[in-house]
């Protein structure tokens, strides 16, 4: 692609030459993946939106901490259930010094929603956008949408004309054609692209004309992929990178006891849980008796009351990690603390549970885990195949890699699972996409990963009222009552929300940690 | 049994026995058994040899736990160090790993897979290989080609993808109940599969030199058919290179086999093998318990030393020239 | 000889077409590559749409069809992962393998054919017994364990050598190592992590070998003739053992050049092996299916070569196959 090498140092250069070129703080950073591509409607991924937002920017942005604050828009109030009126950030101008407009808008949302997007779930309640005057909109949505401003951040401002005269509109089915937006930028964000080589190095710079004041210091950022943890601590503690995630778990002592290195570990949103095949009359590991034992309720509760999550926590995550009773994280709106505890470890009662439904010797099953996709997530499926034994369930475990994980338990092999581990987190922010997507089946676009088939009549109704109650009172009682629900009937085994853990160099003076498990480079100070 | 050979029973049993004992006699005076004994280096890596597998096949008698039954692991007892460092137990010489596992007898259990595939993976190419190479390279032509672009065809496949299809078309094919059983039998044809290309081709280049040599015309014209030829004149004499290979490739496919369980390919990970140990142990380099890659790398590094050396002399002791 | 090279080349557009084949129907257990490029969000309607554009629907007789349909019109397809077309992916990573496999190459070769020569002449030596020994320990840890250790002493302990990626490389028709101090710096720990194997390996065939020809009768023929033990040494035993030596060469850099995995994975080497570990775990068809094809063509090459060898070596051997058919 477009290799610049030698001539980096000389390009590099001219960009500094707004500040001193003596105070040249370039960033290095490093994860497991690269970025996938560089258009804001395809590749809906953690890492490349990440990317992404350091590029182009939405109405509203997401802090760090998942606060939400102006960006494109000034200030916006509702002026009626279904409409928004927003007001548009007047003298801000694309990287190639285009002016941000209304039109700009309109022409992203029409790009959004082509068939071939990945991101039209985010504007998915928005009807239509008026256009009032240059610098002002109506957003009209279909239905009250409680949760229109939490997917604001992530619809992403492109430039009409530079859409228009690059040809750039179309979008094509699975990426067929090497189009001009995925491969080249023109956002507003606080960031230019420099140079992209796919799996080596992504090279950013700081828009010198951003309508905003930086947090960061940085005048030259550089992105490297490096696949393997172990080369990747190796390359922060020989100094070749500045920040690098994440951290093994094992390894964050090892970071802290060396000098000019530290770990910096926090919160993520991710839910990890395991569900159970509630679907089939016949679990698969059970073929010619006609009995699929996870129907029964007190089946779900003795596998839930058999694992230790404390002992998980302490040994397999080395405390990082917090066992969780909910499907949410704190930071989720909907979410509630005083819901958020699991039933306590008691194998006896376990034990007690099995014999009442007719397993008193237990049954076999394969357990489906992922081992390249969450933190230890092998780890935590072998350590779960013991505590299941001692009350009796013989379990096979089927670690594979992600690709063969995710077809296996999904659609693709029709829910080919009874026992399986699975991560979510909710891309909305909010609890009605966990509801939607994990616990609930009936309706379009619902279930899409409630492999194990899960559903409640009254939890079905719930979540499509909770869609569009716009209410705060009534939406959070009905969110409670469909977590009560689930907690009941044990729809899924809960087991806890894994801990980000980031290696920093010393050269790095301060860098705030999103629940993300990825750099948003505005928030990035160097020394 | 010899009913006609007109001697009674008891002494056509004897003559059996007088028969064995002659040949066993004959064994130890032999240069072979003569040289084994002189080397002090092979009669080492016999035992160390023989120890492997006693240990891997009688695992379930001489370990001190029994690793491949998870009701026995307990998480309270991950990561202790080996006995002799401060922490560490009797109850588990070499510590152990982040499951709970006592990591010598994890070794064992786990040597057993390892054996089994490196050995059979291995047996399984050496036959295959040497067998297409003879013919391909004794017959030439066409069969040549053919034998030869077949191999081509192969060689673009590693073993992960082998393995992936195999395992594949017996999910699509066997009913559920049979595949755990069969697991094992899919990872020693596609780590079997992928390394038989370079047994073919070097006996093969191997085979088109010796064809040409006197002994291979006089044998020819003394009108020895070409299947005889090719496995009691030529085989013997292109073997060197095929041991040195062969017992390279021993650790190689041991090796193997722990990639391709990373695919939920082959043994489960509740019975991890040697490769597999080493897998999960080299996530635990930086951070101090290395004894949980460290003991299992040592345990296949002195298996794949000893079988090399044994390798090395057999091939002097059977190599018809060397004597 | 022409009419050889020819039909050998022929012969590897079967092959190709075998491979693909096989291929295609490999890539229905490899898994899903929709939720890869969708994301996990996606409805199923996405999803559908998505399986319909690329085809995955199709029974893998027709995706295969397809795929050799637009192959011959030299259109590969476009890589999922990366949005480009296959030829490039494939092209922007083949120098970096090729310079990283050649220089392993030479290190096997220069180090390891003297190292079996020396160890087959002083066969009892102890010398000859030490690096046979450790040469074997080399090969029995696993690649990535040696690439760990390395980085750790050359880069983290004593910050020599850079522990991940091409470092700085010059253009010289291609993005180059080899030309400068700073990128060879870059070169130096994968290409001895990758040439280890290939070391122990040559250096104990050639030792074998060179055991055997050794005791034949023209050595000691052309030793009683009083030729010096050089020209004896490698004039003529050395030259003996050659064929199962290039047989082998060949084969290695084969492979080499195709399946670097591990190696590339743990130095992040933008080469072909990380190209195509990435493709497997993104499940990226048209990379996988263009990549083997290619790989093919190389291994059909690569053996032509050592057939070609072989000739030179010894024009005894018939390489159409004559001999066989004279009897």
């Known amino acids: ?418 026992f399986f581990m699975l991560g979510w987190t909710p891309g909305s922010y909010d609890a009605h996409n966990p509801l939607q997507q994990l616990m609930t089946l009936d309706g379009e676009g619902q279930g899409t990963w409630n492999c194990g088939r899960f559903t409640h009549p009254r939890m079905e109704e719930l979540t499509d009222l909770i869609a569009g109650e716009t209410d705060v009172q009534k939406r959070t009682a009905m969110i409670r009552e469909a977590f009560q629900i689930h907690k009941d009937e044990v729809g899924h085994i809960t087991l806890h929300q894994q801990a980000l853990a980031w290696g920093i160099g010393s050269n790095v003076k301060e860098v705030k940690q999103r629940p993300h498990n990825d750099v948003d480079l505005r928030y990035v100070m160097m020394n | 049994m010899n009913i006609d050979t007109g001697h009674p029973p008891e002494t056509a049993a004897a003559g059996l026995l007088a028969r064995a004992a002659d040949r066993l006699r004959r064994f130890f005076d032999s240069d072979i058994f003569h040289s084994f004994r002189t080397s002090p280096v092979t009669i080492a890596a016999f035992v160390v040899t023989m120890v492997c597998f006693v240990a891997a096949f009688f695992a379930p008698w001489l370990a001190p736990h029994n690793t491949n039954d998870v009701a026995t692991l307990d998480l309270m007892n991950a990561f202790l160090p080996p006995v002799w460092m401060e922490g560490g137990t009797w109850d588990f010489p070499l510590g152990t790993d982040e499951q709970g596992r006592d990591v010598l007898s994890a070794i064992m259990f786990g040597m057993k897979v390892s054996l089994i595939v490196g050995f059979a993976s291995v047996l399984f190419s050496v036959v295959l290989g040497v067998g297409l190479g003879l013919v391909s390279g004794y017959v030439g032509g066409r069969l040549d080609h053919f034998i030869m672009r077949v191999a081509d065809v192969q060689l673009s496949f590693p073993a992960v993808l082998v393995a992936l299809l195999l395992f594949g078309f017996a999910k699509t094919i066997l009913p559920r109940a049979v595949q755990d059983d069969v697991a094992l039998l899919v990872l020693i044809f596609a780590i079997g599969l992928s390394n038989w290309v370079q047994f073919a081709r070097t006996v093969r280049g191997s085979t088109m030199v010796e064809k040409n040599k006197e002994y291979v015309q006089a044998a020819r014209v003394i009108g020895r058919r070409p299947l005889a030829i090719m496995f009691q004149h030529v085989l013997p004499n292109v073997m060197g290179p095929v041991l040195v290979i062969a017992t390279i490739s021993l650790a190689i496919a041991i090796l193997t086999e722990a990639t391709l369980s990373f695919l939920g390919v082959g043994v489960p990970p509740t019975q991890p093998s040697l490769g597999t140990l080493i897998r999960f142990g080299n996530n635990f380099l930086f951070s101090g318990e290395w004894w949980m890659t460290i003991f299992p790398g040592v345990a296949l590094v002195a298996l794949a030393l000893a079988v090399n050396l044994l390798g090395d002399w057999l091939r002097d002791a059977l190599n018809p020239k060397l004597r | 000889m022409l009419a050889f090279i020819v039909r050998r080349l022929f012969q590897s557009i079967l092959v190709m077409l075998a491979v693909g084949f096989i291929a295609f129907s490999l890539f229905n257990f490899v898994g899903d590559p929709v939720n890869n490029m969708v994301g996990i969000e996606a409805t199923i309607e996405e999803r559908e749409r998505m399986a319909k554009a690329l085809g995955l629907n199709d029974p893998f007789p027709i995706q295969f069809a397809r795929f050799a349909g637009n192959a011959l019109r030299g259109d590969f397809g476009q890589s999922y992962r990366l949005s480009v077309p296959v030829e490039e992916a494939i092209g922007e990573r083949l120098p970096a393998t090729l310079e990283l496999v050649f220089v392993a190459a030479v290190l096997a070769l220069a180090i390891g054919v003297p190292l079996g020569v020396y160890t087959g002449l002083h066969r009892e030596g102890a010398v000859s017994r030490l690096l046979l020994t450790t040469s074997l320990i080399g090969i029995s840890l696993p690649t990535f364990l040696i690439g760990i250790l390395l980085i750790l002493t050359f880069s983290v302990w004593l910050g020599w050598l850079p522990s991940f990626g091409r470092g700085v490389t010059v253009n010289i028709g291609w993005e180059s190592n080899l030309v400068s101090w700073e990128g060879f710096r870059s070169i130096i720990l994968p290409s001895v992590t990758l040439c280890l194997f290939q070391l122990t390996l040559l250096m104990r065939l050639v030792r074998a070998e060179m055991l055997e020809v050794l005791r034949t009768d023209y050595i000691k023929f052309a030793r009683a003739r009083g030729l010096t033990s050089r020209a004896v040494n490698f004039g003529h035993a050395l030259k003996n053992t050659l064929v199962p030596v290039i047989t082998i060469t060949g084969l290695q850099i084969g492979s080499l050049i195709a399946f670097a995995i591990i190696t590339e994975t743990v130095f992040q080497w933008p080469g072909m092996g990380l190209l195509f570990l990435q493709a497997i775990q993104f499940v990226d068809i048209p990379v996988m299916a263009a990549y083997l094809c290619l790989v093919a063509f190389i291994f059909v090459v690569i053996n032509l070569i050592v057939d070609l060898l072989y000739y030179v070596i010894d024009p005894r051997l018939r390489l159409d196959g004559g001999a066989a058919r004279a009897h």
């Open chain 1, 1 to 418: 692609m477009r290799s610049k090498n030698i001539v980096i140092g000389a390009v590099a250069a001219a960009f500094i030459a707004a500040g001193t070129a003596a105070d040249a703080k370039t960033f290095r950073y490093s994860t497991s993946g690269d970025i996938l591509g560089l258009d804001p409607f395809i590749n809906n991924e953690g890492p490349t939106n990440t990317m992404k937002s350091n590029l182009y920017e939405g109405l509203i942005h997401r802090a760090w901490d998942l606060s939400l604050h102006p960006a494109l828009a000034t200030d916006w109030e509702q002026t009626s259930p279904t409409t928004w009126r927003f007001n548009l950030r007047k003298d801000v101008k694309f990287h190639n010094g285009n002016d941000f407009t209304a039109d700009d808008v309109l022409i992203s949302l029409d790009r959004i929603r082509l068939p071939a997007s990945n991101m039209t779930f985010v504007v998915s309640s928005i009807d239509r956008i008026e256009k009032i005057d240059d610098h002002t909109i109506d957003i009209v949505t279909q239905y009250p949408d409680p949760t229109l401003l939490l997917n604001l951040p992530n619809f992403w401002i492109m430039d009409k004309e530079w859409l228009e005269a690059n040809d750039a509109f179309g979008l094509e089915e699975g990426a067929v054609v090497k189009t001009f937006a995925n491969l080249n930028v023109n956002g507003t964000g606080p960031f230019m692209i420099e140079e992209w080589v796919p799996d080596t190095r992504t090279v950013l710079v700081p828009n010198p004309n951003w309508w905003g004041t930086p947090w960061h210091n940085l005048t030259r950022a550089v992105f490297t992929p490096i696949g393997n943890a172990a080369t990747r601590v190796a390359a922060l503690l020989s100094g070749e990178i500045d920040l690098m995630y994440p951290v093994p778990l094992q390894d964050v002592p090892r970071l802290e006891s060396t000098a000019g290195v530290q770990a910096l570990q926090g919160p993520e949103l991710r839910t990890i849980f395991l569900g159970f095949d509630q679907h089939r009359d016949e679990l698969l590991d059970m073929p010619g008796t006609g009995k699929n034992p996870f129907k029964d309720v007190r089946v779900r509760k003795a596998f839930y009351q058999a694992i230790d999550i404390n002992a998980i926590k302490r040994v397999v995550m080395r405390n990082a990690a917090t066992p969780t009773g909910l499907m949410i994280a704190p930071g989720i709106n909907g979410f509630q603390p005083d819901m958020n505890d699991r039933f306590p470890h008691d194998p006896e009662a376990a034990k007690a549970l099995l014999a009442e439904a007719g397993y008193p010797d237990g049954f076999p099953v394969t357990l489906d885990c992922p081992n390249d996709r969450y933190v230890n997530d092998e780890a935590i499926c072998l350590a779960v195949v013991p505590m299941l034994k001692r009350v009796g369930i013989d379990v096979k475990l089927n670690a594979q890699t992600k690709s063969l994980h995710f077809q296996k338990i999904g659609r693709a092999e029709q829910w080919n699972t009874s």
